[in-house]
Protein backbone atom coordinates (compact mmCIF):
# COMPACT_ATOMS: atom_id res chain seq x y z
CA UNK A 1 0.00 0.00 0.00
CA UNK A 2 1.79 3.25 -1.14
CA UNK A 3 1.89 6.21 1.27
CA UNK A 4 1.48 10.45 0.52
CA UNK A 5 5.08 12.00 0.24
CA UNK A 6 4.78 14.40 3.39
CA UNK A 7 5.81 18.05 2.43
CA UNK A 8 8.84 18.96 3.15
CA UNK A 9 8.90 22.65 4.78
CA UNK A 10 10.49 25.01 2.59
CA UNK A 11 10.34 22.93 -0.66
CA UNK A 12 9.39 24.74 -4.09
CA UNK A 13 6.24 23.06 -5.02
CA UNK A 14 3.13 24.78 -5.54
CA UNK A 15 1.79 23.41 -2.55
CA UNK A 16 4.22 25.82 -0.26
CA UNK A 17 1.98 28.56 0.75
CA UNK A 18 5.72 31.03 0.60
CA UNK A 19 5.98 30.02 -2.87
CA UNK A 20 2.44 30.56 -4.41
CA UNK A 21 2.21 34.06 -2.44
CA UNK A 22 6.05 35.15 -4.09
CA UNK A 23 4.68 33.87 -7.97
CA UNK A 24 1.41 35.99 -7.13
CA UNK A 25 3.17 38.71 -6.42
CA UNK A 26 5.72 38.69 -9.31
CA UNK A 27 3.15 37.64 -11.59
CA UNK A 28 1.29 41.51 -10.47
CA UNK A 29 4.43 42.91 -11.05
CA UNK A 30 5.14 42.06 -14.41
CA UNK A 31 0.74 42.79 -14.95
CA UNK A 32 1.42 46.29 -13.80
CA UNK A 33 4.62 46.79 -16.17
CA UNK A 34 3.16 44.87 -19.21
CA UNK A 35 0.49 47.80 -18.80
CA UNK A 36 2.74 50.59 -18.56
CA UNK A 37 4.63 49.62 -21.05
CA UNK A 38 1.45 49.36 -23.22
CA UNK A 39 0.29 52.76 -22.34
CA UNK A 40 3.19 54.65 -22.83
CA UNK A 41 3.74 53.01 -26.04
CA UNK A 42 0.04 53.78 -26.92
CA UNK A 43 1.32 57.66 -25.70
CA UNK A 44 4.19 58.03 -28.09
CA UNK A 45 2.68 56.49 -30.84
CA UNK A 46 -0.40 59.02 -30.52
CA UNK A 47 1.84 61.75 -29.82
CA UNK A 48 4.16 60.67 -33.01
CA UNK A 49 0.82 60.63 -35.09
CA UNK A 50 -0.50 64.08 -34.45
CA UNK A 51 3.02 65.89 -35.18
CA UNK A 52 2.99 66.69 -31.19
CA UNK A 53 6.30 66.63 -29.68
CA UNK A 54 7.16 65.75 -26.25
CA UNK A 55 9.47 66.57 -23.67
CA UNK A 56 10.12 69.56 -21.40
CA UNK A 57 11.67 71.98 -23.80
CA UNK A 58 8.53 74.40 -24.21
CA UNK A 59 9.69 75.58 -20.53
CA UNK A 60 12.39 77.68 -22.22
CA UNK A 61 10.09 79.15 -24.43
CA UNK A 62 8.40 82.99 -24.12
CA UNK A 63 4.95 82.80 -22.19
CA UNK A 64 3.63 86.12 -23.79
CA UNK A 65 1.15 86.73 -21.13
CA UNK A 66 0.65 88.95 -17.84
CA UNK A 67 -0.15 87.63 -14.41
CA UNK A 68 -2.16 90.03 -12.24
CA UNK A 69 -0.19 88.66 -8.78
CA UNK A 70 2.83 87.44 -8.72
CA UNK A 71 5.39 87.26 -5.46
CA UNK A 72 8.97 87.49 -8.27
CA UNK A 73 9.35 89.59 -11.13
CA UNK A 74 7.58 88.93 -14.09
CA UNK A 75 6.84 90.62 -17.58
CA UNK A 76 5.00 88.91 -20.37
CA UNK A 77 8.18 87.89 -22.18
CA UNK A 78 9.33 85.57 -19.49
CA UNK A 79 9.30 82.04 -19.85
CA UNK A 80 6.91 79.10 -19.21
CA UNK A 81 9.49 78.03 -16.46
CA UNK A 82 9.51 81.61 -15.04
CA UNK A 83 5.57 81.29 -14.98
CA UNK A 84 6.01 77.32 -13.05
CA UNK A 85 7.43 79.40 -9.94
CA UNK A 86 5.16 82.04 -9.98
CA UNK A 87 2.17 79.39 -9.72
CA UNK A 88 4.36 77.83 -7.24
CA UNK A 89 4.68 80.79 -4.91
CA UNK A 90 0.66 81.44 -5.33
CA UNK A 91 -0.13 78.42 -4.30
CA UNK A 92 2.09 77.83 -1.53
CA UNK A 93 0.81 81.10 -0.54
CA UNK A 94 -2.23 80.39 -0.40
CA UNK A 95 -2.03 77.30 1.58
CA UNK A 96 0.28 78.99 3.86
CA UNK A 97 -2.38 81.29 4.75
CA UNK A 98 -5.23 79.38 4.80
CA UNK A 99 -3.70 76.89 7.17
CA UNK A 100 -2.76 79.63 9.88
CA UNK A 101 -5.53 81.13 10.18
CA UNK A 102 -7.92 77.99 9.42
CA UNK A 103 -5.35 76.57 12.81
CA UNK A 104 -6.16 79.72 14.79
CA UNK A 105 -9.96 80.15 14.26
CA UNK A 106 -10.48 75.78 14.70
CA UNK A 107 -8.08 76.22 17.92
CA UNK A 108 -10.56 78.71 19.46
CA UNK A 109 -13.77 77.34 18.44
CA UNK A 110 -12.93 74.25 19.58
CA UNK A 111 -11.93 75.85 23.12
CA UNK A 112 -15.43 77.11 22.71
CA UNK A 113 -17.44 74.19 21.84
CA UNK A 114 -16.16 73.10 25.46
CA UNK A 115 -16.99 76.06 27.19
CA UNK A 116 -19.58 76.85 30.45
CA UNK A 117 -20.78 79.88 28.37
CA UNK A 118 -23.72 78.77 26.86
CA UNK A 119 -23.85 81.51 24.24
CA UNK A 120 -19.98 80.90 23.17
CA UNK A 121 -20.93 77.04 22.82
CA UNK A 122 -23.96 77.27 20.61
CA UNK A 123 -22.65 79.58 18.37
CA UNK A 124 -19.79 77.91 18.16
CA UNK A 125 -21.90 74.55 17.53
CA UNK A 126 -23.70 76.83 14.77
CA UNK A 127 -20.61 77.99 12.96
CA UNK A 128 -19.34 74.50 12.50
CA UNK A 129 -22.28 72.83 11.51
CA UNK A 130 -23.10 75.70 9.43
CA UNK A 131 -19.73 75.40 7.27
CA UNK A 132 -18.43 72.48 7.20
CA UNK A 133 -21.79 70.85 5.78
CA UNK A 134 -21.32 73.31 2.71
CA UNK A 135 -18.92 72.87 -0.06
CA UNK A 136 -15.61 74.56 -0.14
CA UNK A 137 -16.44 75.69 -3.75
CA UNK A 138 -19.61 76.81 -3.26
CA UNK A 139 -18.09 78.77 -0.26
CA UNK A 140 -15.82 80.30 -2.40
CA UNK A 141 -18.42 81.88 -5.15
CA UNK A 142 -20.06 83.01 -1.95
CA UNK A 143 -17.37 84.92 -0.47
CA UNK A 144 -15.96 86.48 -4.54
CA UNK A 145 -19.11 86.94 -6.19
CA UNK A 146 -21.13 88.09 -3.62
CA UNK A 147 -19.27 89.97 -1.20
CA UNK A 148 -16.12 90.96 -2.53
CA UNK A 149 -16.85 91.86 -6.12
CA UNK A 150 -19.70 93.73 -4.46
CA UNK A 151 -17.76 96.30 -2.69
CA UNK A 152 -17.35 99.64 -4.22
CA UNK A 153 -15.02 100.84 -6.84
CA UNK A 154 -11.52 102.34 -6.47
CA UNK A 155 -13.14 106.02 -6.62
CA UNK A 156 -15.23 105.02 -3.65
CA UNK A 157 -12.59 102.86 -1.48
CA UNK A 158 -12.61 102.15 1.79
CA UNK A 159 -9.80 104.04 3.43
CA UNK A 160 -7.69 103.87 6.69
CA UNK A 161 -5.88 106.53 7.35
CA UNK A 162 -4.66 107.20 3.82
CA UNK A 163 -2.57 104.33 3.72
CA UNK A 164 -5.09 101.14 3.28
CA UNK A 165 -7.70 101.10 0.63
CA UNK A 166 -10.05 98.21 0.33
CA UNK A 167 -12.22 98.08 -3.58
CA UNK A 168 -13.53 95.71 -5.62
CA UNK A 169 -9.82 95.73 -7.06
CA UNK A 170 -8.54 94.29 -4.33
CA UNK A 171 -6.62 95.57 -1.31
CA UNK A 172 -4.41 98.15 -1.26
CA UNK A 173 -1.64 98.17 1.38
CA UNK A 174 2.08 99.74 1.84
CA UNK A 175 4.90 98.31 -0.47
CA UNK A 176 8.45 98.17 1.72
CA UNK A 177 11.19 98.67 0.12
CA UNK A 178 15.10 97.94 1.02
CA UNK A 179 16.70 100.64 2.79
CA UNK A 180 20.34 101.72 3.15
CA UNK A 181 20.56 99.92 7.13
CA UNK A 182 18.68 96.60 6.36
CA UNK A 183 21.34 94.47 7.14
CA UNK A 184 22.36 96.44 10.19
CA UNK A 185 18.80 95.91 11.08
CA UNK A 186 18.89 92.30 10.68
CA UNK A 187 22.39 92.33 12.91
CA UNK A 188 20.79 94.13 16.02
CA UNK A 189 18.00 91.93 16.07
CA UNK A 190 20.36 88.54 16.13
CA UNK A 191 22.39 89.78 18.49
CA UNK A 192 19.47 91.08 20.81
CA UNK A 193 17.91 87.46 20.43
CA UNK A 194 20.97 85.99 21.36
CA UNK A 195 21.74 88.07 24.02
CA UNK A 196 18.17 87.50 25.64
CA UNK A 197 18.36 83.68 25.00
CA UNK A 198 21.30 83.79 26.91
CA UNK A 199 19.83 85.90 29.82
CA UNK A 200 17.06 83.26 29.86
CA UNK A 201 19.60 80.56 30.00
CA UNK A 202 21.47 81.71 32.45
CA UNK A 203 18.35 83.32 34.85
CA UNK A 204 16.78 79.31 34.34
CA UNK A 205 19.94 77.90 36.05
CA UNK A 206 20.11 80.96 38.69
CA UNK A 207 16.67 79.82 39.48
CA UNK A 208 17.14 76.42 40.06
CA UNK A 209 20.40 76.94 42.24
CA UNK A 210 18.80 79.60 44.68
CA UNK A 211 15.02 79.54 43.80
CA UNK A 212 14.96 83.22 43.07
CA UNK A 213 13.30 84.33 39.93
CA UNK A 214 14.47 86.47 37.66
CA UNK A 215 12.11 87.83 34.96
CA UNK A 216 13.32 88.29 31.68
CA UNK A 217 11.42 89.41 29.36
CA UNK A 218 11.87 92.71 30.59
CA UNK A 219 15.77 93.38 29.70
CA UNK A 220 14.65 91.05 26.11
CA UNK A 221 12.24 93.67 24.97
CA UNK A 222 14.12 96.45 25.88
CA UNK A 223 16.98 94.98 23.86
CA UNK A 224 14.62 94.33 21.13
CA UNK A 225 13.43 97.32 20.63
CA UNK A 226 16.67 99.69 21.74
CA UNK A 227 19.20 98.19 19.09
CA UNK A 228 17.01 98.09 16.60
CA UNK A 229 15.92 101.70 17.06
CA UNK A 230 20.14 102.67 17.22
CA UNK A 231 20.92 100.70 14.29
CA UNK A 232 18.07 102.90 12.24
CA UNK A 233 19.70 106.32 13.93
CA UNK A 234 23.01 105.22 12.88
CA UNK A 235 22.72 103.15 9.35
CA UNK A 236 19.30 104.92 8.08
CA UNK A 237 16.01 103.40 7.37
CA UNK A 238 16.30 99.07 7.19
CA UNK A 239 13.01 99.96 5.19
CA UNK A 240 10.82 102.75 2.96
CA UNK A 241 7.34 102.40 2.22
CA UNK A 242 5.48 102.71 -1.27
CA UNK A 243 1.96 104.38 -0.35
CA UNK A 244 -0.78 103.08 -2.43
CA UNK A 245 -2.19 106.44 -4.21
CA UNK A 246 -5.50 107.11 -6.43
CA UNK A 247 -4.02 107.63 -10.25
CA UNK A 248 -7.04 108.05 -12.96
CA UNK A 249 -9.18 105.11 -12.26
CA UNK A 250 -7.36 102.93 -10.15
CA UNK A 251 -4.93 102.96 -7.41
CA UNK A 252 -0.59 103.29 -8.30
CA UNK A 253 2.04 102.05 -5.93
CA UNK A 254 1.66 99.90 -2.56
CA UNK A 255 0.61 95.96 -2.44
CA UNK A 256 -2.02 94.88 -3.92
CA UNK A 257 -3.92 91.46 -2.38
CA UNK A 258 -6.20 90.56 -5.39
CA UNK A 259 -10.03 89.41 -4.33
CA UNK A 260 -9.29 86.07 -5.56
CA UNK A 261 -6.47 85.92 -2.81
CA UNK A 262 -8.50 86.87 -0.34
CA UNK A 263 -11.94 84.81 -1.69
CA UNK A 264 -9.90 81.95 -1.75
CA UNK A 265 -7.91 82.65 1.71
CA UNK A 266 -11.34 83.33 3.32
CA UNK A 267 -13.46 80.56 2.18
CA UNK A 268 -11.01 77.80 2.80
CA UNK A 269 -9.86 79.04 6.44
CA UNK A 270 -13.51 79.44 7.25
CA UNK A 271 -14.36 75.80 6.02
CA UNK A 272 -11.07 73.91 7.05
CA UNK A 273 -11.46 76.08 10.86
CA UNK A 274 -14.83 73.95 11.06
CA UNK A 275 -13.25 70.70 10.80
CA UNK A 276 -10.58 71.48 13.10
CA UNK A 277 -12.59 72.80 15.96
CA UNK A 278 -13.99 69.22 15.95
CA UNK A 279 -10.51 67.52 16.25
CA UNK A 280 -9.42 70.42 18.96
CA UNK A 281 -12.45 69.47 21.17
CA UNK A 282 -12.44 65.53 20.46
CA UNK A 283 -8.79 65.65 20.97
CA UNK A 284 -9.31 67.08 24.84
CA UNK A 285 -12.45 65.31 25.83
CA UNK A 286 -9.73 62.21 24.77
CA UNK A 287 -7.60 62.96 28.02
CA UNK A 288 -9.21 61.57 31.28
CA UNK A 289 -11.27 63.75 33.23
CA UNK A 290 -8.57 62.50 36.36
CA UNK A 291 -6.29 65.22 34.79
CA UNK A 292 -8.38 67.81 35.05
CA UNK A 293 -9.39 67.32 39.16
CA UNK A 294 -5.80 66.48 39.67
CA UNK A 295 -4.78 70.37 38.22
CA UNK A 296 -7.36 72.13 39.92
CA UNK A 297 -6.29 69.53 43.39
CA UNK A 298 -3.08 71.36 42.81
CA UNK A 299 -4.54 74.87 42.61
CA UNK A 300 -3.93 75.56 39.18
CA UNK A 301 -5.90 77.95 37.46
CA UNK A 302 -7.90 76.59 34.40
CA UNK A 303 -5.63 78.31 31.62
CA UNK A 304 -2.57 76.79 33.20
CA UNK A 305 -3.83 73.51 33.59
CA UNK A 306 -4.86 73.79 29.92
CA UNK A 307 -1.60 75.09 28.39
CA UNK A 308 0.51 72.80 31.06
CA UNK A 309 -1.37 69.48 31.15
CA UNK A 310 -4.50 69.31 28.69
CA UNK A 311 -3.08 70.06 25.46
CA UNK A 312 0.16 68.10 25.84
CA UNK A 313 -1.60 65.27 26.47
CA UNK A 314 -4.32 65.97 23.83
CA UNK A 315 -1.78 66.56 20.98
CA UNK A 316 -1.24 63.30 20.38
CA UNK A 317 -4.41 62.74 19.25
CA UNK A 318 -4.93 66.41 17.54
CA UNK A 319 -1.83 65.92 15.30
CA UNK A 320 -2.73 63.13 12.73
CA UNK A 321 -6.32 63.89 11.64
CA UNK A 322 -4.81 68.02 11.66
CA UNK A 323 -2.31 66.72 9.46
CA UNK A 324 -5.20 65.57 7.12
CA UNK A 325 -6.77 68.79 6.90
CA UNK A 326 -3.92 70.39 6.32
CA UNK A 327 -3.50 68.59 3.13
CA UNK A 328 -6.82 69.02 2.19
CA UNK A 329 -6.20 72.72 2.11
CA UNK A 330 -2.89 72.09 0.12
CA UNK A 331 -5.08 69.79 -2.39
CA UNK A 332 -8.81 72.02 -2.43
CA UNK A 333 -6.47 75.61 -3.16
CA UNK A 334 -6.59 74.58 -6.75
CA UNK A 335 -10.35 74.94 -6.57
CA UNK A 336 -8.61 78.80 -7.02
CA UNK A 337 -8.91 78.20 -10.77
CA UNK A 338 -12.70 78.38 -10.46
CA UNK A 339 -12.68 82.28 -9.97
CA UNK A 340 -9.35 83.01 -11.75
CA UNK A 341 -6.70 83.10 -9.39
CA UNK A 342 -3.55 82.13 -10.35
CA UNK A 343 -2.01 79.15 -9.24
CA UNK A 344 -0.43 76.03 -10.43
CA UNK A 345 -3.75 74.40 -11.87
CA UNK A 346 -4.87 77.62 -13.22
CA UNK A 347 -1.73 78.57 -15.22
CA UNK A 348 -0.40 75.64 -15.63
CA UNK A 349 -2.57 73.03 -16.24
CA UNK A 350 -4.80 75.74 -18.06
CA UNK A 351 -3.42 78.48 -19.65
CA UNK A 352 0.00 76.69 -20.44
CA UNK A 353 -1.59 73.88 -21.29
CA UNK A 354 -3.23 75.47 -23.82
CA UNK A 355 -1.16 77.69 -25.56
CA UNK A 356 1.38 74.94 -25.84
CA UNK A 357 -0.53 71.33 -26.05
CA UNK A 358 1.80 69.81 -23.72
CA UNK A 359 -0.62 68.00 -21.89
CA UNK A 360 0.97 65.21 -20.52
CA UNK A 361 3.77 67.20 -19.60
CA UNK A 362 1.84 70.22 -17.71
CA UNK A 363 0.25 68.13 -16.14
CA UNK A 364 3.00 65.78 -14.78
CA UNK A 365 4.31 68.89 -13.61
CA UNK A 366 1.03 70.33 -11.54
CA UNK A 367 0.36 66.71 -10.15
CA UNK A 368 4.30 66.36 -8.77
CA UNK A 369 4.06 70.07 -7.44
CA UNK A 370 0.97 68.81 -5.15
CA UNK A 371 2.08 65.62 -4.48
CA UNK A 372 5.35 67.32 -3.25
CA UNK A 373 3.63 69.75 -1.23
CA UNK A 374 1.56 67.17 0.52
CA UNK A 375 4.53 64.99 1.52
CA UNK A 376 6.30 67.72 2.95
CA UNK A 377 3.56 68.68 5.11
CA UNK A 378 3.14 65.01 5.95
CA UNK A 379 6.79 64.77 6.74
CA UNK A 380 6.72 68.33 9.26
CA UNK A 381 3.77 67.05 10.88
CA UNK A 382 5.19 63.64 11.26
CA UNK A 383 8.51 64.76 12.87
CA UNK A 384 6.41 67.16 15.58
CA UNK A 385 3.73 64.60 16.29
CA UNK A 386 7.34 62.60 17.43
CA UNK A 387 8.90 65.26 19.11
CA UNK A 388 5.89 65.81 21.24
CA UNK A 389 4.99 61.81 21.90
CA UNK A 390 4.06 61.24 24.84
CA UNK A 391 6.99 58.28 25.81
CA UNK A 392 6.15 55.72 28.56
CA UNK A 393 9.11 54.57 30.79
Request: net charge positive; with cysteine; charged share 10%.
Amino acid sequence: MSQRRPTVKGSLSFSNPAVRAWLFQIIAILVVIGIAIYLIHNTITNLNSRGITSGFAFLDRAAGFGIVQHLIDYEQGDTYGRVFFVGLLNTLLVSALCIVFASFIGFFLGLCRLSENWLLRKLSTIYIETFRNIPPLLQIFFWYFAVLRNLPGPRQAIGAMDLLFLSNRGLYIPSPQLGEGLWAFIGTIVFALAISIGLYRFNKAHQIKTGQLRRTWPTALGLIIVLPLLAHWVFGAALHWDIPHLRGFNFQGGMVLIPELAALTIALSVYTSAFIAEIIRSGIQSVPYGQHEAARSLGLPNPVTLRQVIIPQALRVIIPPLTSQYLNIAKNSSLAAAIGYPDMVSLFAGTVLNQTGQAIETIAITMSVYLIISLSISLLMNIYNRRIALIER
